[in-house]
């Protein structure tokens, strides 16, 4: 089946950037086919779609709340994919999963994805 393990997260200021990482193991088949993507959970919110990558042209979707700070990417030779994150603002606090579906259009629809990973967390700070 697999696994996922989320790292990188932590606390920044405002303003600030990190860059998540996801690593996949185990999986049956290349990273390159599977779409994989970032969503997030606040403290009393649901999880919520963030950025997708799909799986057969690496096009890439984003949540208008983060389009033009957040950029997603996928090194299939290292398993992993990372969330750059730019000029971070408090409300990008949460915990941060990965998720990947085999031979996936890069939804943002939680149940294409059938592999997660713990998640990691990110707090903001004003």
């Known amino acids: 089946q697999g696994q996922l393990v989320e790292s990188g997260g932590r606390l920044v200021q405002a303003g600030g950037s990190l860059r998540l990482s996801c690593v996949a193991s185990?999986?049956?088949?290349?990273?390159?086919?599977?779409?994989m993507a970032w969503f997030r959970q606040a403290p009393g919110k649901e999880r919520e779609f963030v950025t997708a990558i799909s799986s057969r042209d690496s096009r890439t979707y984003y949540a208008d709340s983060v389009k033009g700070r957040f950029t997603i990417s996928r090194d299939s030779a290292k398993y992993t994919v990372y969330l750059q994150m730019n000029n971070l603002k408090p409300e990008d606090t949460a915990a941060y999963y990965c998720a990947a579906d085999l031979r996936g259009p890069g939804s943002s629809t939680q149940g294409y994805y059938d592999l997660w990973g713990q998640g990691t967390q990110v707090t903001v700070s004003s």
């Open positions: 185990g999986l049956a088949f290349s990273i390159s086919n599977y779409a």
